[in-house]
Each structure stands twice: as structure tokens, then as C-alpha cells.
T-cell receptor, first 114, second 116 residues
Framework: AQSVTQLDSQVPVFEEAPVELRCNYS??????LFWYVQYPNQGLQLLLK??????LVKGINGFEAEFNKSQTSFHLRKPSVHISDTAEYFC????????????FGQGTTLQVKP | EADIYQTPRYLVIGTGKKITLECSQT?????MYWYQQDPGMELHLIHY?????STEKGDLSSESTVSRIRTEHFPLTLESARPSHTSQYLC?????WGTGSSHEQFFGPGTRLTVL
């Protein structure tokens, strides 16, 4: 069975500082990996995804993530955050062979302070 | 641009009422999903569908039911709402297997349900 662990429930950071949101997964088979963002009272929006190929994935809003197969991690990074990045971030995993079901992590609240 | 709609956005009702949460998508996606999300918590899959007349229970047990009579429409029904059903319900869809991005799910804005 798959599982996803987001290691930090809350990450406070000052505006223009770099940030890393950590995600580890567990699976016995190949996986696809995703990061979604959820703003208050809204649905989830895809930030980026890893399907295959380069392990460094660039997404929207200046975010990027690196897939590390040996450490089973998919950490999300941004070199300089803005107040508008304040939101809930979810890491998700899907087995490549299954029919598309996503398993989500518990979420990390990114709070950007002025 | 993803086009998936949910209505109502907010619903406050009394115990025992029957409710239907609507979800529609205009992308022609075969797969559709319903998630339940409590405030500040992860998403739990409660129902999914791989196409018309296909519905399956998700990983989290739910007293709700779903139907898929049309590709674009995936409503969720609670026959008798209770306070324990208070939560946010998110609908999502994705393309069929084999298109290369079949695992990416597009989400609606959610319905926040409060049962008094």
C-alpha cells in the first residue's frame, strides 16, 4: 500500500526567504508524484508533477521539486516566497500501474510573514 | 483551463434532510472522484467513477451515494444528513488511462456542508 508523509504541518517563513516543504512517500512500485496548492475556501490546483524523465520538475508560481528515488522523497522548493504563497500544500502519489487514484499527504500550511 | 463546477458552494441544513451535492465537468473526462476534507486535514477519497454507470467506494467509508448517468455529471447524495457529515466535499476529474497525464486530477472549488 502507498502512503505519503508531509514532515511539517506548518512552515512559517518571512517574505522573500527561501522555503522547502518536505514530502516522503512509501510504495513498492513505480509512482507518479504531485504537489497541489489549496487557497482558503477553494479547491486544489496543480503546482507540478513528476511522471518520468528529469528528476527536477518546475511548476507554476516559481515552485520546483526534486524526485529522489533512493530517499523516496519529493520536496517542494521556492527560492523567494511572496505573501500570496500563503496556502495549504498537499503532496500526492499515484501508482503508475493503477487507475489514477491519488493518495494525499496530511498537508503543510505555508505562512508567509511580511 | 480546467472546467469543473460544484454547487452549492456552501450549504447549512438541519439534521435528517436529504441533500445532493452537484458536480459537473466540461472536459469530457472519464474519471471522476469525490473527496471529503475536514478543516486543516488531508483529503480522503469516498467515491470514484471510471465512466458512465461505473461507481466505486473509496478508501474512507461514507454514508453518501453517487451516480454517473452522464459523463459530465457526478452528483453525491446524503439521504439523511447528520452533524457528523459536516465537512468540505471536493469533486475532481481526470482523463482516461493512456493519454500521458491520466493521473492528474482537476478539482472543483468544493462544497462546504454544515449539518446542524
Amino acid at each position: 500500500a502507498q502512503s505519503v508523509t508531509q514532515l511539517d504541518s506548518q512552515v512559517p517563513v518571512f517574505e522573500e526567504a527561501p522555503v522547502e516543504l518536505r514530502c516522503n512517500y512509501s510504495s513498492s512500485v513505480s509512482v507518479y508524484l504531485f504537489w497541489y496548492v489549496q487557497y482558503p475556501n477553494q479547491g486544489l490546483q496543480l503546482l507540478l508533477k513528476y511522471l518520468s524523465g528529469s528528476t527536477l520538475v518546475k511548476g507554476i508560481n516559481g515552485f520546483e521539486a526534486e524526485f529522489n528515488k533512493s530517499q523516496t522523497s519529493f520536496h517542494l522548493r521556492k527560492p523567494s516566497v511572496h505573501i500570496s504563497d500563503t496556502a495549504e500544500y498537499f503532496c500526492a502519489v499515484s501508482e503508475t500501474s493503477n487507475t489514477g487514484k491519488l493518495i494525499f499527504g496530511q498537508g503543510t500550511t505555508l505562512q508567509v510573514k511580511p | 483551463e480546467a472546467d469543473i463546477y460544484q454547487t452549492p458552494r456552501y450549504l447549512v441544513i438541519g439534521t435528517g434532510k436529504k441533500i445532493t451535492l452537484e458536480c459537473s465537468q466540461t472536459m469530457g473526462h472519464d474519471k471522476m472522484y469525490w473527496y471529503q476534507q475536514d478543516p486543516g486535514m488531508e483529503l480522503h477519497l469516498i467515491h470514484y467513477s471510471y465512466g458512465v454507470n461505473s461507481t466505486e467506494k473509496g478508501d474512507l467509508s461514507s454514508e453518501s451515494t453517487v451516480s454517473r448517468i452522464r459523463t459530465e455529471h457526478f452528483p453525491l447524495t446524503l439521504e439523511s444528513a447528520r452533524p457528523s457529515h459536516t465537512s468540505q466535499y471536493l469533486c475532481a476529474s481526470s482523463v482516461r488511462w493512456g493519454t500521458g497525464s491520466s493521473h492528474e486530477q482537476f478539482f472543483g472549488p468544493g462544497t462546504r456542508l454544515t449539518v446542524l
